[in-house]
């Protein structure tokens, strides 16, 4: 447990996870009535990366609880590499970039399957 913990206080996941927590305080906001689902809608087109079609709140929730699980997997693997140095600067932006991309395609793939149930 105390890997999981540290791999999630490094870079690149502590990025991920400081926003997971604005993720998690903002559905538990909506949960109680003090926000609503929608509010960041007419802030942000994300039309334009393809995650558009669903609120924007959902696609960006989805894309920081992937990336955040993909990143604390990475920084754990990276842990066990024992690279030091510029490799490891260089993995860990490379975990950086992988956990962005993985993100946005579970995004991008959640988003084309509820366009396809959408009533609109």
Sequence with gaps: MQEFLTATRTFPAVLFSAALVVVIAFWLLVLTGAADH??????????????????????????????????????????HSRTTGTMRAALAFGVLAGALLAAWAVAWLLVRHARRFSCH
Excluded: Y
């Design 38 to 79: 929608h509010s960041f809608d007419a802030d942000l087109n994300t039309d334009l990366a393809g995650i558009g079609g669903v609120p924007v709140a959902v696609s960006v929730s989805v894309m920081v609880a992937v990336g955040w699980f993909t990143a604390s997997t990475g920084s754990v693997l990276l842990h």
